[in-house]
């Protein structure tokens, strides 16, 4: 039994695997030589970085590779059709990142509030603005979730206890004792931080319309996809102080970032971290190790 962990994988999965006699490789295979070594392996675990595209599936096909694994939460770097063709199973790790993206989401909504990272790198440059900085506090505002599942809820019920009011937009209302269903104009007219937790979609779901209707205080969190949001929208938002901020963890076309971004001092950019703590990544292993468990039977 052979594991291909092409993005890495959490030391305590490949303890575990090896402790099980699994061999663990933890190379990594750019697209052509995974097409042709792949096959070597059982399973194949991805992170966001390689794509087990259509291509990548066909491969694949009538090797040893009877399982891909998704080290996170979307599926969008993996052709799921393809597989289910060529016989490979997907699964993911749905359960292990919400703290992280959560915790993460609330400390840009304060960094962007108290301007933390910009008062950071004025102060080291020797500037002294502290009159320039004079924040708001997020006690007492309200927070609109767009996308209200596993990480929109758990960023609901933290948000809670620091004194916000919570509203969401989702396809489904969701039961639940503290936050209102807003539809989604109505989200964005009356929320001062809102923040996406979509799965990848087909076509942004925030542009020029949307950002017109947020407040000129309201501040965007981008922590879900690159695609939910037309980026050329809110540069200019940002721009023309249409909308207060944004923090954004993911783009369109990762790892490219759009330069246009680098002149704003009203935007957080990180590189697609919101999963990148040690226990997100434990938990991560955890998940996969049951995975492969219950797969080939313990
Ligand atoms: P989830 O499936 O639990 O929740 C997504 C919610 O969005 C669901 O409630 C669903 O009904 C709703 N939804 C789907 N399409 C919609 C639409 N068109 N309009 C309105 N609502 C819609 O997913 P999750 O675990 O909460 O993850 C959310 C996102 O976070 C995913 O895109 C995932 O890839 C991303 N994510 C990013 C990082 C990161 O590192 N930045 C880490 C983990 C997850």
Same mark, same amino acid.
């Given at each position: 039994?052979k594991i291909?962990?092409n993005?890495g ?11 099980e ?16 070594? *792949?096959? %070597?392996?059982?399973? @194949?675990?991805v992170?966001?970085?390689?794509k /087990? $595209? ?7 096909k009538?090797?040893n ?8 939460v *979307?599926l %969008?770097?993996i052709? @799921? ?5 060529v016989? /490979? $199973? ?9 703290n992280?993206v ?5 400390g840009?909504m304060?960094?962007l ?10 102060t080291k ?7 320039l ?7 007492g505002k ?6 209200f599942g596993?990480i929109?809820q758990?960023?609901g019920e933290?948000a809670?206890?620091?004194g916000?009011?919570v509203?969401y937009y ?17 989200l964005?007219k009356?929320?001062?931080?809102i ?7 087909d ?14 205080t309201s501040?965007l969190?981008n ?8 980026e050329?929208?809110l540069i200019e ?10 923090a ?9 970032v759009n330069?246009k971004?680098?002149e ?8 697609h971290?919101?999963?990148s ?15 492969v468990d219950?797969?080939f039977?313990d």
């Amino acid at each position: 039994m052979k594991i291909l962990a092409n993005d890495g994988l959490a030391q305590n999965a490949i303890d575990h695997f090896l402790n099980e006699g699994i061999e663990v490789d933890t190379n990594h295979y750019d697209k052509e030589e995974l097409m042709k070594v *792949g096959g %070597d392996y059982n399973v @194949i675990v991805v992170r966001s970085n390689t794509k /087990i $595209d259509r291509e990548v599936a066909e491969a694949l096909k009538g090797t040893n590779t009877s399982l891909v694994i998704r080290a996170g939460v *979307g599926l %969008d770097n993996i052709d @799921i059709n393809a597989c289910k063709e060529v016989g /490979i $199973d997907v699964d993911y790790t749905p359960h292990s990142s919400k703290n992280a993206v959560t915790e993460l989401v609330l400390g840009q909504m304060i960094n962007l509030s108290r301007f933390l990272s910009l008062a950071d790198r004025t102060t080291k440059e020797g500037q002294w603005n502290k009159k320039l900085y004079n924040g708001h506090e997020i006690a007492g505002k309200t927070l609109g979730v767009i996308g209200f599942g596993r990480i929109g809820q758990s960023l609901g019920e933290k948000a809670l206890a620091l004194g916000l009011k919570v509203i969401y937009y989702d396809l489904y209302k969701v039961e639940n004792d503290y936050a209102e269903y807003f539809e989604l104009d109505d989200l964005l007219k009356n929320a001062d931080y809102i923040s996406i937790h979509l799965p990848s979609l087909d076509k942004p779901l925030i542009g020029k319309r949307e950002l017109d209707l947020m407040k000129e205080t309201s501040i965007l969190i981008n922590y879900a996809r690159g695609n939910a949001i037309d980026e050329e929208a809110l540069i200019e938002a940002l721009k023309n102080r249409k909308i207060c901020g944004a923090a954004i963890d993911v783009f369109p076309n990762e790892p490219k970032v759009n330069e246009k971004y680098f002149e704003l001092d009203n935007v957080a950019l990180t590189p697609h971290i919101g999963a990148s703590t040690y226990e997100a990544q434990n938990n991560i292993g955890n998940e996969i190790i049951s995975i492969v468990d219950n797969y080939f039977g313990d």
